[in-house]
C-alpha cells in the first residue's frame, strides 16, 4: 500500500508501473482517510482498551498526520492533513535552527490544518491521545534521556504535556549537527525532526485547550499504520 508522497505525486502512474514491473504486484494508493484508519488499527490492537472512552491516535509522518477518533467498536471519525515533518521543513523551516518568524508560520500552517481536523472529527471527545511513527517516539526517546533508541521503553510511555512540549522546543532550537549527536537520533530523521517536534508541539497544545483539562499526557506507540495493514489482511475472507 502506498500513502502522502505516492497520492501527492505527479508522476503517479509511473510509480505504480514501476512497482508493478519490479515487483509483479499491484500496488494499493490508499486515500488520506483509509490511512487513518488503519493507524488507528495498528496503535489501539496493543492499547488495553477504554471501552467507549474515545481515543485519539495521531500519526505524524512526513506529508501528513493522520487524527483518527476511536473506541472498542471502531473508528468514530478520521481526518488527513497535510501537516508532516518534511513538508514543513521545506515550507518554512529553512534556516538552521530556525527562525522565530519560520516557526511563527509552520505553527500557523499547523493551526489552520487542526481547525480543518475539528470540523470532521470531535476532538474534544478525545479522553486520551496516543502518538504513533518516528517524530513521537523519537522525541520521547530525547524526553526520556535515553542512551539508544530502544522500542521497548519507548513503546506505551505516557508523558505529561509539559515534559513533551520542552522535549520538543529542545529538538527544535537545536542545530543540525546537535541533533545529529543525539545517540537516538536516526539520520534520516536529523533534518526533519525540528519540523516534527513543532507538529507534535502544537498539535498538544490544541488538544490541551479543546478538552478544557481533560487531556494532560499523552502516549507513544511502535505500533502505526503497517500493524494496521497487517490486521486488515488477517481480517480479509479467505479465498481457499
Not at 111 to 128: E, G, I, W, Y
Not at 166 to 186: F, K, N, V
Request: hydrophobic content about 40%.
Amino acid at each position: 500500500m502506498a500513502t502522502s508522497a505516492s497520492r501527492d505525486a505527479r508522476n503517479r502512474d509511473v510509480f505504480v508501473d514501476g512497482i508493478r514491473g519490479l515487483l509483479g504486484v499491484e500496488p494499493e494508493v490508499i486515500s488520506g482517510d483509509e490511512e487513518a484508519s488503519l493507524s488507528f488499527a495498528g496503535a489501539s490492537s496493543v492499547l488495553p482498551s477504554r471501552g467507549k472512552d474515545p481515543v485519539l491516535v495521531v500519526d505524524l509522518g512526513g506529508g501528513s498526520t493522520e487524527f483518527v477518533l476511536g473506541d472498542s467498536d471502531g473508528v468514530i471519525a478520521a481526518k488527513s492533513v497535510d501537516i508532516g515533518c518534511v513538508r514543513l521543513t521545506e515550507r518554512h523551516l529553512r534556516s538552521d535552527p530556525p527562525t522565530p518568524e519560520q516557526i511563527a508560520a509552520a505553527e500557523a500552517d499547523v493551526d489552520a490544518a487542526m481547525d480543518l481536523v475539528a470540523r470532521t472529527v470531535p476532538l474534544d471527545r478525545a479522553t486520551a491521545v496516543v502518538g504513533v511513527a518516528g517524530t513521537v517516539t523519537t522525541i520521547t526517546a530525547h524526553a526520556l534521556g535515553l542512551d539508544e533508541y530502544d522500542p521497548a521503553l519507548i513503546h506505551g510511555a505516557s508523558l505529561d504535556l509539559e515534559t513533551i512540549s520542552d522535549a520538543a522546543t529542545s529538538l527544535l532550537e537545536m542545530s543540525r549537527e546537535e541533533r545529529a549527536r543525539l545517540p537516538y537520533m536516526h539520520p534520516g530523521r536529523v533534518d526533519v525532526i525540528g519540523a516534527g517536534a513543532l507538529v507534535w508541539r502544537r498539535i498538544l497544545q490544541r488538544l490541551a485547550e479543546l478538552g478544557e483539562g481533560s487531556i494532560t499526557a499523552a502516549t507513544s506507540s511502535e505500533h502505526d499504520i503497517l500493524d494496521g495493514i497487517a490486521l486488515s489482511i488477517l481480517s480479509m475472507p479467505s479465498t481457499r
